[in-house]
């Protein structure tokens, strides 16, 4: 590896299909950057094994749902000619690289990673949380790491994780020698985006949370997603003032509208913000709003729809791409182990210096 490759890793746990939270936040950027030729290995996994620490009484839901996420890896743009799709179990190298880092992380630091903090609520573990979910950061770290990734495409709610990243890198460089690479967060740039809430108003889109529009769903179901969604409460009358602080109908249209929807579907206003400003002084209805981004959406979905409808044809040829980037991914991996045992002097049997040393020293006590 050559000190100026710039490289990707980013991924998804497959715990369920992929909603338009996933993609704003991060599925179209990777998309992008794939596209932007300024990168030299993007490499994008399922986190299976991941999704297991809190679904290990229940495998078959992540069983099922690889090939959920892999077609809509495929359905959104990615190419197994330009990245790199693999997933996690099949990676043992990963499990290796998590092994020697838990010793660089103490109990504490773990403890106070926020996202950790935010999982264990949601998921009411408390004191009973898995030892594999708890230790999540050094698994990811590991992931990161062992593709030597210089760049990690992903929502404001992994940075913390990242953040970890950085500090296992630095403290393992520090003791071993340069080795391993620190990555970098790649956000997205659109505020609005960083973290997408769910159609209940609630803070996160969340599949075990219900609030989500999926990029698989049809037409109708979008259509009444959307029309169902969360708006100001107190907005009860057309011509009554509504507020778009916390309306979540407004927050997707900043995070999914572009200037040129308002001349197709909304030709009355020329900008958002001509919208926002009509909403706020009374006199448009929430129902107006929700049919314009139900018309912002269903463009962009359909796309997405109709390619994954086509890879839903070729089960085994998507199972046939996911086996040929397994490969790759591990070649990568074995690669980047085979440094760290390196650099920390565990490979005995290419020591041949080691074993000529030791030799000479116990036929000299003769």
Wanted: glycine content about 6%.
């Amino acid at each position: 590896m050559t000190p100026k490759e710039k490289i990707i890793l980013t991924g998804d746990r497959p715990t369920g299909r992929l909603h338009i939270g996933h993609y704003v936040g991060s599925l179209r950027r990777r998309v992008e950057l794939q596209n932007s030729g300024q990168y030299d290995k993007i490499f994008v996994f399922e986190a299976d094994a991941q999704a297991l620490t809190d679904n290990i009484e229940n495998p078959e839901k992540v069983r099922q749902n690889v090939i959920e996420v892999a077609l809509d890896y495929l359905a959104c743009g990615l190419d197994p000619q330009k990245s790199t799709l693999f997933i996690q179990s099949q990676i043992p190298e990963l499990c290796e690289l998590s092994f020697y880092f838990m010793d660089l992380v103490s109990v504490s630091r773990l403890q106070r990673n926020p996202t950790v903090k935010t999982e264990i609520q949601m998921r009411n573990f408390e004191a009973s949380i898995p030892v594999g979910f708890f230790t999540y950061p050094i698994s990811q770290a590991s992931d990161i790491t062992a593709f030597r990734a210089t760049t990690v495409p992903a929502g404001v709610d992994q940075e913390p994780m990242i953040e970890q990243t950085r500090e296992i890198v630095h403290k393992f460089n520090s003791i071993y020698g340069p080795t391993l690479v620190e990555p970098e967060i790649l956000l997205p740039s659109n505020a609005a985006c960083l973290r997408l809430p769910g159609t209940d108003g609630k803070a996160k889109m969340s599949k075990s949370l219900g609030n989500c529009i999926y990029l698989s769903d049809t037409a109708e179901d979008l259509r009444k997603k959307v029309m169902s969604m969360y708006t100001d409460p107190n907005h009860i009358r057309i011509e009554d003032p509504g507020s778009i602080e916390g309306n979540c109908v407004f927050t997707y249209l900043d995070a999914f509208s572009r200037p040129e929807h308002f001349a197709q579907y909304m030709p009355d206003y020329a900008s958002l913000d001509e919208l926002k400003a009509h909403y706020q002084r009374g006199g448009l209805g929430d129902v107006k709003v929700k049919k314009f981004l139900y018309a912002v959406l269903q463009e962009m979905l359909e796309p997405i729809r109709a390619r994954r409808k086509e890879y839903e044809q070729d089960i085994e040829g998507v199972y046939e791409t996911l086996k040929r980037g397994c490969d790759v991914a591990r070649a990568e991996a074995a690669e980047t182990l085979d440094m760290v045992r390196r650099s920390m002097k565990i490979n005995y049997f290419e020591d041949t210096e080691l074993i000529r040393q030791q030799a000479e020293m116990y036929k000299a006590v003769k």
